[in-house]
């Protein structure tokens, strides 16, 4: 029952996770994509090298997976000071690497329907 509740509140968490995500930068970015051939393209490379990277490819991300590695992507970006343009400012055809690999993140969220 313990590991039941434990499992139920971990998915939980990073279930929310992956929706902050979705708020901060993922709508906004899977919508560029989807008018952005070159761009769809790379989010989905990108959605790929995170699924292989998490374990098992034919069966996809975990959330609790998914978040953890989102988080550790933001907390390597904060440490190297990187910062997401306001989303109005956004290149979205010269997006950089850490924008490409949070949307590939999303991409994944929204397809597993953690997001």
Not at 9 to 18: F, G, Q, V, W
Not at 54 to 78: C, E, F, K, Q
Not at 103 to 109: F, K, W
């Amino acid at each position: 029952m313990n590991s039941e509740l434990a499992d139920m509140t971990r998915r939980s968490a990073a279930t929310s996770t992956l929706n902050g995500l979705m708020v901060w930068l993922g709508e906004a970015g899977l919508r560029a994509a989807a008018l952005r051939p070159r761009l769809a393209a790379a989010v989905d490379q990108h959605a790929a090298s995170v699924r292989d990277a998490l374990g098992d490819p034919a069966a996809g991300s975990h959330p609790v997976s998914l978040a953890g590695y989102a988080t550790g992507l933001r907390d390597a970006l904060i440490e190297s000071d990187w910062q997401l343009a306001p989303l109005d400012d956004v290149d979205w055809e010269r997006a950089e690497w850490p924008t490409v690999r949070l949307l590939g993140i999303c991409a994944l969220a929204r397809s597993h329907g953690y997001a």
